[in-house]
């Protein structure tokens, strides 16, 4: 699936930011390797649900975990 340029530099941060806020080295060095099919599932959810300029706005103004959990609450949950 395309996924706009918005999207992919969207969940770049996000992806960046969880693998970050993971304490244990070895589960870290994991996220690591799936750090590209993490940006994608992020990219497409955000591509086809249509996130707003604003919600990929408070993901990326995030600088943690914490911060940006609440960017989320409002979008379309996985099925």
């Known amino acids: 699936m395309p996924t706009t340029e918005a999207c992919a ?6 992806t960046k930011l969880m693998i970050e806020a993971v304490p244990n080295p070895t589960d870290r060095s994991a996220q690591e390797q799936d750090r590209a099919k993490t940006i994608r599932r992020i990219a497409e959810a955000c591509t086809k649900d249509g996130w707003t300029e604003a919600t990929r706005a408070c993901f990326l103004a995030g600088k943690t975990r914490s911060e940006i959990d609440v960017c989320g609450r409002d979008l379309k949950q996985p099925e």
Do not use: D, P, V
């Not at 530099?9 to 996000?14: F, Q, S, V």
């Open 9 to 14: 530099t969207t969940a770049a941060h996000i």
